[in-house]
Every structure is written in C-alpha cells, then in structure tokens.
C-alpha cells in the first residue's frame, strides 16, 4: 500500500507524518533523513497494529495544491 507522507520544514530541520496512520511521525535534519526516517517509522507502525490486531486503515488521504 502507498500512503501519503506530508512534509513540513521546521526551525531547524524537517518533520513529516502519516495523515491516514495517526501517531505515524518522523523528524530529522535534512529532507533525506526524514524520508529515510517516516519509511522506518510506517513499516514499525503498521507491524505494531499486526501484533496487537487493529485493522490497517486503507490510504485515504491525498493532496492538493490550491493557488491562491
């Protein structure tokens, strides 16, 4: 399954999260390591949710870029 991952630039590096798996968090110092990081961070998620038998959400979210 693909989920979308949101980035974000913070004071001083990066962040990004898992809209459809809340809790699903990673942050780093550079855009590389917080994508090496939130893939870490979705696989132990999902893995958590298997052994304690909650249902794994399908990916609903998605994103749009509005101009305004």
């Given amino acids: 399954m693909q989920y ?3 980035y974000e630039r ?3 590096g990066y962040s990004a999260y ?3 798996l ?3 968090v990673a942050a780093g110092d550079t ?3 917080v994508g090496r990081l939130i893939r870490e961070a979705i696989e132990i ?3 958590g949710m298997r052994e304690e038998r909650e249902p ?3 990916p609903g979210a998605y994103a749009e870029l ?3």
Avoid: Q
């Fill in 56 to 58: 794994i959400p399908r």
């Fill in 10 to 12: 913070t004071g001083n």
């Fill in 66 to 68: 509005v101009e305004a």
């Fill in 45 to 47: 998620h999902l893995e």
């Fill in 22 to 24: 809340p809790g699903c």
């Fill in 4 to 6: 979308l991952v949101v």
């Fill in 18 to 20: 898992v809209p459809d």
């Fill in 31 to 33: 855009k590389e390591e």
